[in-house]
């Protein structure tokens, strides 16, 4: 086991320069995305029963309503759990506060680094070595060459890689890409995370390192956006909830309440 104690140098670093706490916010008004259909579907009874399909009057669908009406703001030290069946808008809306996916209509403002753990592959270079694509991801979040030298060997310790960090990635096995994008991504302090369900990577043992890292990384966030369907991650995490339901906020307030009401709904349905 290597001696460099990784997780208490995440703990211990000061070196990035960030937001004064009050000014590190998040804030989604109206926001609305619709996705456009491209294939010829027609209108079938009982189908406009759904809210989020958009028919013409000519009986074929147009587009697929993922979020409508999207409002709520969030500052330093929130944490925010989203619920919701599959299907709900909880991906989308994660992508949307992450950038990945531009409203429609609406708009959402932030104040503060913004990390994006809904995937941790993107913009990996299987062709490039380990130590290279340490590179390319700092640089493609924003991070200086500076900073990201900074981080190098912690992220090279935590991935316990070795050599292979001078080897490209498609000479890797899955296992190892993952220890490697999971050491990167948890690499640098979020100021605002977006979170779809609990990240963990490896084996048994890197597991339980990887755990104690997520939950170091979590707790640096000034902001926490968490979508997931474990309650107990939830109630341990956050201390607001949202309630998804066809696109639209149905409930937001406590977290406890909210899951309840939500999981109610669910029970009720079942029966």
């Known amino acids: 086991m290597n001696a460099f104690d990784s997780s208490r140098a995440f703990r211990e670093r000061r070196d990035v320069p960030r937001l004064k ?8 008004d109206r926001v609305g995305v619709t996705f456009r259909a491209h294939a010829a579907v027609s209108q079938v009874a009982n ?15 147009k587009g697929i309503r993922a979020l409508h009406d999207i409002s709520f703001s969030l500052r330093k030290g929130d944490r925010l ?3 919701g069946k599959n299907g709900s808008g909880k991906t989308t809306l994660l992508q949307v506060l992450a950038g990945i996916i531009s409203p429609e209509v609406g708009q ?21 070595t380990g130590h290279r694509n340490i590179t390319l991801r700092g640089l493609a979040a924003g991070y200086s060459h500076k900073l990201i030298e900074q981080r190098r060997r912690e992220i090279a310790e935590f991935s316990e ?3 292979f960090l001078d080897m490209p990635m498609e000479t890797y096995s899955s296992g190892m890409r993952m ?19 609990w990240l963990s990577a490896g084996d048994a ?31 341990d995490n956050c201390e607001k909830g949202m309630w998804l339901d ?13 899951i309840n009401q939500y999981e109610e709904q669910q029970r009720a349905k079942s029966r």
């Open 246 to 258: 066809e696109g639209t906020i149905r409930a937001f307030g406590d977290v406890e309440q909210i």
């Open 205 to 235: 043992s890197f597991k339980e390192k990887a755990t104690m890292r997520m939950q170091d990384f979590v707790e640096q966030a000034g902001i926490l956006v968490l979508a997931s369907h474990s309650r107990k991650l939830l109630l």
């Open 179 to 197: 220890r490697l994008t999971f050491a990167i991504a948890t690499a640098f302090e979020p100021e605002i995370l977006i979170l779809d369900e």
């Open 108 to 128: 959402v403002s932030t104040r503060g680094r913004v990390t994006s753990l809904i995937n941790i592959n993107l913009g990996i270079q299987v062709e490039a």
């Open 47 to 61: 189908a406009d029963a759904d809210r989020r399909l958009i028919w013409s009057n000519s009986g074929r669908l």
């Open 81 to 83: 759990a989203i619920v």
């Open 161 to 163: 890689l070795g050599e």
């Open 21 to 28: 706490d009050a000014d590190v916010s998040l804030v989604a």
